[in-house]
């Protein structure tokens, strides 16, 4: 997608110059913020740029090499980034006389600031471009591979030196920073370096036990379910979780089971679990009650 401004990791001084505001209050005692004291801009770096890469779980417990598109304004292959047509200059801006900078207001006050109509070029174009219109820029697609580390969490930013916009005046290209979205996985969660299976089974393997096949990034692997286990209960296959991104020591997986109660059962079922529940003493509901024959009898009603 298009390439955004990445506004968080500018300078102060290149954030009021995108917007024309780089001298309006240093400039009432000359200085410019201390950057520029008089004349014209100098090389300024690009703009920073920033981009989403979506990753699986795969990808991040084994790294992956990712290729990203996204759009930049570029300088203009026609004129070189130069604004002017082909055979011509830029003049002298007749605003501040090739300084860059105005001074308004008069006696012990003065606020300097950028020229409005040259933004501190010290030129203007008098002939612009027919592909640019004049700006020396122009958005093209760009295609980039990027490095990404196994390990890597959700928002983390990985910094591609250089792919930004380009400087002004010669000024160095900005930064490209690609910020990490994971894609939901169908049957695991990552909990920090550990990944969480939640694996159901039916009432009957809670009690008596089971081995089951649970889901990993790798497959599917055979884990025993004791006898006796309860809802929630959680077991660990340990690294089997996703690598840290400093030590690459590997998480665990975690698998928690949720028990099913069958919501129908057959004839002979029912007999079954019956005689069962006589066994430990439990009270269960007559075969033959029905819902409301149960109330009456427990509220005493008519």
């Known amino acids: 997608g298009a390439g955004m401004h990445d ?49 699986t779980l795969e990808d991040i417990a084994a790294g992956a090499e990712k290729t990203i598109e996204f759009s930049r304004q570029d300088l203009c292959g026609e004129c070189m980034g130069s604004g002017s047509a082909k055979g011509s200059k830029p003049a002298t801006c007749p ?67 250089g792919e930004g916009e380009p400087g002004r005046n010669g000024g160095p290209r900005g930064d490209l920073f690609c910020y990490v979205r994971v894609k939901p996985h169908e049957y695991l969660e990552r909990n920090g370096n550990d990944l969480i299976a939640v694996v159901p089974i039916s009432f009957t ?36 979780g996703l690598p840290d991104i400093r030590t690459h020591r590997r998480g665990d997986q975690l698998v928690q089971v949720t028990v099913e109660t069958p919501s129908r059962l057959n004839e002979k079922q029912e007999d079954l679990l019956r005689e069962f529940a006589k066994t430990e003493n439990k009270r269960v509901s007559p075969k033959s009650a029905s819902f409301f024959e149960k109330l009456k009898k427990q509220f005493g009603g008519s």
């Open 95 to 161: 605003t501040c006389r090739g300084n860059g900078q105005v001074a308004r207001g008069g006696g012990f006050f003065q606020m300097v600031s950028t020229c409005p109509q040259c933004q501190g070029t010290g030129q203007v174009i008098t002939h612009p471009c027919s592909k640019c219109r004049g700006s020396g820029r122009v958005p093209k697609k760009r295609l980039v591979s990027i490095k990404v580390p196994a390990g890597v969490h959700e928002g983390q930013g990985i910094r591609v030196a």
């Open 7 to 55: 506004f968080s990791r500018m300078n102060v001084d290149d954030i009021f110059s995108m917007f024309g505001l780089d001298d309006l209050f240093g400039g009432m005692f000359g200085g410019g913020r201390g950057r520029r004291s008089a004349g014209r801009s100098g090389p300024s770096r690009g703009y920073d740029l920033e981009t989403n890469v979506e990753l």
């Open 205 to 240: 393997q809670a009690a008596l036990g089971v081995t089951i096949d649970v889901p990993t990034l790798d497959g599917t692997q055979q884990l025993k379910i004791p006898a006796g286990t309860q809802y929630g209960s959680v077991f660990r296959i340990r690294g089997q």
